[in-house]
């Protein structure tokens, strides 16, 4: 850290009780149609009784009505996994922000790294998605994270930074708090490999302070989750960590129980 994210992650700290945490559920490729409405029925019964986070579960396009329909009135909030940043236009196979509102999705995960990976998704391409997603009235969750080899050779502050400074470049200061940022170790996604509790809190702390450098305001507004192999048995420490608020949860959210269990653990 600089000694400005240094002063600004400490300026941060300790107004946890301020940010409400958020448990999203992704799917990723998921989810017949058949599927998700078994699984929407079953979800609301198993979270506990005045859920202590935000709920959501991002779906696969072709899920996203039913989940919304099967969801109503039970708390748990429908995101969608990617979008496209422009609202019309010769971009076959991609879906704008706007048919996701219609449809009255609420959020969207942007940038994460399958889709960095396998998708060609790039940080200039998430400066328009995330500001685009925004202004439509999704809440947009953008994922960060380094890989192994970035984390062996001490380059995991470099990546974060290039990393959050890019994905927010276009939000305005006063909208920096209204995004959602995930940070996501490319080697603890699907691998079992959890960080530990004290790799999951620096780097946060470390991204929150990014923020900071932005706003001192919006740093301590700001929910900052953690993503990578979160299950029912270690989700309580992670979510323990102060700066932590939340999961992004892939593989332990596909059984709705698992996901529900990681819900409880985030008011313990
Ligand atoms: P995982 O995936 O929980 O299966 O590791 C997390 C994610 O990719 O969001």
New binding site residues.
Partial sequence: MTPDTQVAAGAARGTRMARRPLIAG?W?LWGTRTQAAEYCERLPGLLPDDPPADVAVCAPFTALELCVQKLHGAGVAVYAQNMHQEPTGAFTGEVSAEMLTELSVEGVVLG???RRLYNCETDRALQDKVPRALEAGLQPIL?VGESEDERERGETERKLRNQVQEGLERVADDRLESVVV?Y?PIW????GKVATPEIAQDAVAFIRALVGDRSREAAERVRILY????KPDNAAEILAQPDVDGA??????LDPKGLAEIVAAAGR
């Fill in positions: 992704n990723k994460h790294s399958e994922c995930a996501e603890a996604i699907g691998t993503g990578g192999s979160v992004l949860v892939g593989g332990a959210s």
